[in-house]
């Protein structure tokens, strides 16, 4: 039995005891994102121009996203190596950069990735004459900068409660057609050095990680991408489970296409890794690839969804 005395002495008691448990921290309430203000970011890359390795549309993305990172009690680490470049030709510098948000609590660390380098051919368009001109790189590179950017943005002042690690990948997109192992380099090194003597990234293993790659498509439609699906079963589930939870048409839990992506030499390290993609884009690698084909309502969904998950986890 329990009279209406016991249940308030009880109400109380519960109230008390979860404001003095130690460890427990009071949540501070999740940020709002802004699918429009990530859309001026996605907006801003493309005014560098091309985001190559190596030119100053590249330079200058990669000096503002360490100045954005520069804050108070935040590491930010940029590696740079040099490799072949695939597509063109020579060599090429490749530059990675880390960005490690302390979290108020503590528990493994979300990592989110998404690649910066944007593609130095739109060797898939239609016009022949226009297959030789540097990729705008709207929706392929830039929209998912855009949205890890906006986040840092909320996180200054409003720490999560775990770490997040945010890792901006180089030479993603200089790969050739047919050899998918000449694309995502920067990824690779990131990875396979993981663990290792001056690793940018964390030793300890985080609770997963997810990576953001063409998710502006202003007629976004994101499935679960099958190497996700095959090999972090678990993970992509409790992703897309979350994005039905918020109500984000966007996700539709079906298997999708497998693509060879940034997220492939992490899951080859056995960290549970979703990519979050839509590949049905028909503007892909061709000059089309330029802001007005993205839109901010779909940035919204992407970013709602990773916000959700950094801060409540
Ligand atoms: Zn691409």
Request: aromatic share 8%; charged share 20%; proline share 10%.
């Amino acid at each position: 039995m329990c009279s209406r005395r016991n249940f308030l002495f009880r109400l109380v008691g519960i109230l008390l005891t979860a404001a003095v448990v130690p460890g427990v921290v009071s949540a501070a309430p999740a940020p709002v994102f802004s699918g429009e203000r990530a859309m001026a970011l996605l907006e801003y890359q493309c005014g560098l121009g091309p985001r190559i390795p190596g030119t100053s549309g590249h330079r200058a993305l990669q000096d503002t996203l360490m100045a954005t990172a520069d804050r108070p009690g935040w590491e930010v680490r940029r590696g740079c190596f040099t490799t072949a470049d695939p597509l063109l030709g020579g060599d090429m510098e490749v530059c990675n950069l880390v960005v490690v948000i302390p979290g108020a609590g503590g528990g493994p660390a979300l990592w989110l990735g998404a690649h910066y380098d944007t593609r130095p051919l739109c060797d898939m368009d239609p016009d022949p004459a226009k297959q030789g001109l540097p990729l705008p790189g709207a929706n392929d590179g830039a929209s998912g900068v855009a949205i890890l950017w906006h986040l840092m943005e909320l996180a200054d002042g409003n720490p999560p409660p775990r770490d997040l690690v945010l890792m901006f990948f180089d030479g993603e997109d200089s790969g050739r057609p047919g050899d998918p192992e000449s694309f995502g380099l920067g990824s690779a090194h990131l990875a396979q050095n993981w663990g290792t003597f001056g690793s940018l990234l964390p030793p300890d293993r985080p609770r997963g990680m997810i990576l953001l790659d063409m998710v502006g498509d202003a007629h976004l439609s994101i499935p679960m991408e099958a190497y996700s699906l095959a090999h972090a079963e678990d993970w992509t589930r409790e992703v897309f489970a979350r994005a039905e939870a918020l109500g984000l048409p966007a996700f539709t839990a079906r298997r999708g296409p497998a693509v060879y992506d940034d997220h492939i030499p992490f899951l080859r390290r056995g960290i549970p890794a979703v990519d979050l993609i839509d590949f049905d884009y028909p503007a892909w690698h061709t000059s089309g690839d330029v802001p007005v084909a993205c839109s901010a309502a779909s940035l919204a969904q992407v970013g709602a969804l990773v916000t959700d998950l950094a801060y409540h986890p």
